[in-house]
């Protein structure tokens, strides 16, 4: 998938500014209607790219050695 | 101690890497008590409600500058990893300027609130952004302590933790921002 830090640095870079602009649109487009459920979405989103690539969450389970 | 010690010689290095980080997760486990319980006092005190003064444009310049400061930190931690001790240097730095501007971004969403504390949202809003921004200056001090520590020849490709556990609680920090900005600004935008 990702291989190297510059390949995470710029892909998972380019994937938050998207979705953050996403959700900034979402917010102006579905003004004053209830946009609970896709704004929780997209944060669980943004949180799972930054706590799996960023964190390195998958490294508390992985074998020692890998 | 003679147990401890015993104990430490027992075991390879990387073992005891994985135990520090299993304890900084549980920390992390911790502290997303009591955000979460912030977070649900929101929804339970004003539903949805969010107030139509709220600076838009300040809201998602602040959110941009702490997503790039995660990327800066990301950088600093990858940099050491591999030995670019130029590249870990900047990206503390830059990090450390981005936590700084987010900081006084917050104080000057806090200056130019026209709410109060005394109304239910000015309690939540303060709560919630004052309990955030006292874990990015936390933060920013860990990162200058690094920094410190850094110029004095400390970190190298096998002597990371120390950075890798301060960029671990940054991004930490990022993560609750990323369902506190939504929860203040965005519900029911005006």
Do not use: C
């Not at chain 1, 946009?35 to 706590?51: E, R």
């Amino acid at each position: 998938m990702l291989k190297t830090w510059t390949q995470v640095f710029w892909v998972i870079g380019i994937a938050l500014a998207v979705v953050t602009g996403v959700e900034y649109i979402i917010a102006i487009e579905i003004a004053n209607e209830p946009n609970l459920t896709l704004l929780s979405i997209i944060a669980v989103a943004k949180a799972v790219l930054i706590i799996y690539f960023f964190m390195h969450i998958y490294r508390l389970w992985r074998e020692e050695g890998h | 101690m003679a147990v401890a010690t015993t104990a430490v010689a027992a075991h390879p290095e990387r073992d005891w890497e994985k135990i520090k980080r299993a304890g900084l997760w549980l920390f992390f486990a911790s502290e997303s008590v009591v955000f979460g319980l912030l977070l649900a006092a929101r929804f339970f005190i004003e539903g949805t409600h969010v107030d139509a003064h709220l600076d838009q444009a300040l809201g998602l310049g602040i959110t941009s500058i702490l997503l790039a400061s995660s990327l800066s930190a990301f950088t600093a931690e990858s940099a050491i990893a591999h030995g670019n001790r130029k590249l870990f240097y900047w990206g503390l730095i830059i990090t450390i300027l981005l936590g700084t501007v987010f900081a006084f971004g917050v104080a000057y969403e806090w200056q130019i609130a026209e709410f109060t504390q005394h109304e239910s949202f000015g309690t939540i809003f303060f709560t919630m952004t004052g309990v955030h921004a006292a874990h990015v200056i936390s933060g920013v001090i860990m990162l200058v302590m690094l920094l410190a520590q850094a110029l004095r020849g400390r970190f190298g490709p096998d002597d990371h933790w120390p950075v890798a556990g301060v960029v671990m609680y940054w991004h930490f920090v990022d993560v609750v921002w990323v369902f506190y900005y939504p929860a203040l600004y965005l519900i029911n935008f005006d």
